[in-house]
């Protein structure tokens, strides 16, 4: 079988295990040719606990990267799009995505815009319009539920979820044939947390969970996304990537609480990977 090669591209934290740093060795361990394309260059990540932080944006470069790959033909077999913290690099990335993928390749979009129903520090509604524009590119799309109520412009739920308000949710995002939605973050019941997996094909939402543990774990919608998207470019079914995703998540914060690990720099997701490279071969690919 012929190793896909894809392209990863969001910020690069260098303190911290999230974003670049999380999606590179997992997607390398899951049997990925791992390319990268960084959006921006940060001493920390930007959530509470850090201030001060310094924040690099890479829109320059990455046009000359892109100008350099066009001069060696370069085509990706698979993409996973994480923070954009630009209109410029929106546009960059659909520019990206007509250019550069194969025929068949597979776009992961993960609409890295907000949380807790708010929306991060320097996104706005231009930012908004255009993600939607880029959910039309994607194949699979993991928006949390803030980002899912921002794309379809239904009040966010400050109440608990219930499975009405998420199938309405999930069956606004949809914009192509064939696309599949993961919702993360959902819980109906307080000690379980996992996502929402529908697409048009199968009318029936699976509801993957596992064991939630309190607190606020940097890193982990990283995490989550970087496991999915591997066992998608693996051939693993949508539904056996998310359940694998979300069980390792859980672990890993699980032992990041173990070990006393500060989880504002990350989780403790590395000694974990030979697991998930296990379940990987052992699962059914489609």
């Known amino acids: 079988m012929k190793q896909p090669r894809i392209l990863v591209v969001q910020d690069i934290s260098l303190s911290c295990r999230i974003s670049m740093n999380v999606a590179v060795p997992i997607l390398s361990c899951l049997g ?106 994607a194949d699979v799309l993991i928006p949390n539920v803030t980002e899912a109520s921002y794309l379809t412009g239904k009040r966010y739920p400050h109440a608990s979820l219930s499975h009405r308000k998420i199938e309405e949710l999930l069956k606004a995002l949809v914009v192509k044939e064939n696309q599949k939605i993961i919702l993360s973050g959902i819980s109906f019941e307080e000690g379980k947390i996992g996502a929402a997996v529908w697409s048009k094909a199968d009318p029936a939402i699976d509801y993957p969970t596992a064991k939630a543990f309190p607190g606020h774990f940097d890193g982990t919608g990283d995490l989550f996304t970087s496991v999915i998207a591997g066992f998608l470019f693996q051939c693993h079914s949508v539904s056996e990537s998310t359940e694998a995703a979300v069980d390792y998540v859980s672990k890993v914060v699980k032992r990041t609480i173990e070990e006393e690990v500060d989880p504002l720099y990350g989780v403790v997701f590395e000694k974990d990977l030979p697991d998930l490279m296990n379940r990987l071969s052992t699962g059914t690919r489609k």
């Open 32 to 137: 990925n040719w791992v390319n990268v394309l960084p959006t921006a260059l940060l001493s920390t990540h930007t959530g509470p606990g850090f201030e001060q932080y310094t924040f690099l944006d890479l829109s320059e470069e990455m046009e000359k990267v892109l100008e350099h790959w066009r001069t060696l033909d370069i085509r990706f077999d698979g993409i996973v799009i994480g923070y954009l913290g630009s209109l410029g690099q929106m546009h960059l990335v659909e520019e990206l995505l007509g250019e550069f993928m194969t025929e068949d390749a597979l776009v992961v979009l993960d609409p890295v815009m907000g949380d807790n129903g708010q929306l991060y520090d320097g996104f706005t509604q231009e930012h908004i319009a255009k993600m939607k524009e880029l959910c039309q590119y």
